[in-house]
């Protein structure tokens, strides 16, 4: 054989490999990723949650990374077959430099239960509230409760999510 031949052969076989390991190779990559924030009552944190100097309706309470309202039972409780405003219990402040667009949701409410969030004003609080940097905006509560859906000894929880996104905004 020629050296030409050789040539051919040698390029022929380094041909046939590249399309078998070519074949072999990822023709798509999934990675799915998912990530918890929780955001407490830390006044240097991007969004800030703490109690509202005005108020004696709620404490507010950090102390396990989580801002956590507790209601007590005196004439700031929530009362049965009633509508309860407690406003303001917070104030949510934008510490960022960016717009964030503010979201409020709420989940695991007892059954037939309704909350609204709302402003100082007692304004609800829209789907989607965009604060400025250095804005707050008070924060509270109406609960519409049913007749005989808590008692007195028993209690209760739920969730309050609230969302900041400055990619919208």
């Known amino acids: 054989m020629r050296p030409k031949g050789k040539l051919f052969a040698l390029l022929t076989i380094f041909a046939a490999i590249g399309l078998v390991t070519a074949s072999g190779a990822f023709t798509t990559v ?3 990723r998912t990530a918890n ?8 944190a991007l969004i800030g949650i703490t109690e509202n100097e005005s108020t004696s309706l709620a404490n507010l309470n950090t102390d396990d990374g989580e801002a956590t309202f507790e209601f007590g039972n005196s004439s700031h409780g929530l009362n049965q077959n009633a509508t309860t405003s407690l406003t303001p219990i917070a104030d949510i402040t934008n510490n960022g430099d960016e717009d964030v667009e503010l ?41 519409d409760i049913p007749s005989q859906s808590i008692t007195e000894s028993e209690g209760f929880s739920f969730t309050i999510e609230i969302n900041a996104d400055s990619s919208e905004a």
């Open 30 to 32: 999934q990675a799915d």
């Open 103 to 143: 979201t409020i949701s709420f989940s695991d409410l007892p059954e037939n239960w309704g909350v609204t969030a709302v402003d100082g004003g007692n304004n609800t609080i829209s789907e989607t509230t965009t604060l400025t940097p250095g804005e707050s905006i008070a924060f509270g509560l109406v609960f």
């Open 37 to 44: 924030v929780e955001v407490s009552g830390d006044s240097s």
